[in-house]
C-alpha cells in the first residue's frame, strides 16, 4: 500500500463536499491526470471523467456501476476480451485509489446518506 503520508488539511465547501486545501472543483474537461502516474490511476482518471456530470459532479456514486460502466470502457478493452471480474478485491484497489486521490487534491468526497457524492478536483 503507498505511503500517502499525513492527510493534508481538508477544506468543506458550502454544499458540504470535503477536498484538499488549496484545491478546486473542476469539470471533466479541466480534470488534470493525476500523476505520478501509477498503473491503475490512468484508468481510475479516465473512469472518472467518462462518469462525471458536465458540471464534474458523480451523485449516488455506485461503486459497481462505475467498474461495469466506466473503468471497463476507460481501459478499452475489445468485444473478445474476457469480461472483467468485480470482486472485493477490486472493490479496495478502486478505494485505495479514491483516498490517493482525495488526499492530493484530485476529488472531493461528502457523504450522503448510504452513498458518497463525489466531485473532480484539481490541485493547485
Known amino acids: 500500500m503507498r505511503d500517502l503520508g499525513a492527510d493534508p488539511p481538508f477544506e468543506t465547501t458550502g454544499d458540504g463536499f470535503s477536498l484538499a486545501a488549496g484545491s478546486k472543483m473542476v469539470t471533466p474537461a479541466e480534470f488534470p491526470t493525476p500523476s505520478p502516474l501509477e498503473l491503475v490511476m490512468p484508468v481510475v482518471a479516465e473512469a472518472l471523467r ?43 484497489t478502486l478505494m485505495d485509489a479514491f483516498h490517493w486521490l482525495e488526499a492530493k487534491g484530485y476529488l472531493a468526497h461528502r457523504g450522503n446518506g448510504d452513498s458518497y457524492d463525489y466531485w473532480l478536483a484539481s490541485p493547485t
Open 50 to 92: 467518462l462518469a462525471a456530470a458536465d458540471d464534474g459532479s458523480l451523485l449516488d456514486f455506485n461503486v459497481r456501476v462505475f467498474y461495469d460502466a466506466h473503468v471497463t470502457r476507460a481501459m478499452e478493452r475489445e468485444p473478445d476480451d474476457p469480461p472483467l471480474r468485480y470482486d472485493a478485491f477490486t472493490f479496495m
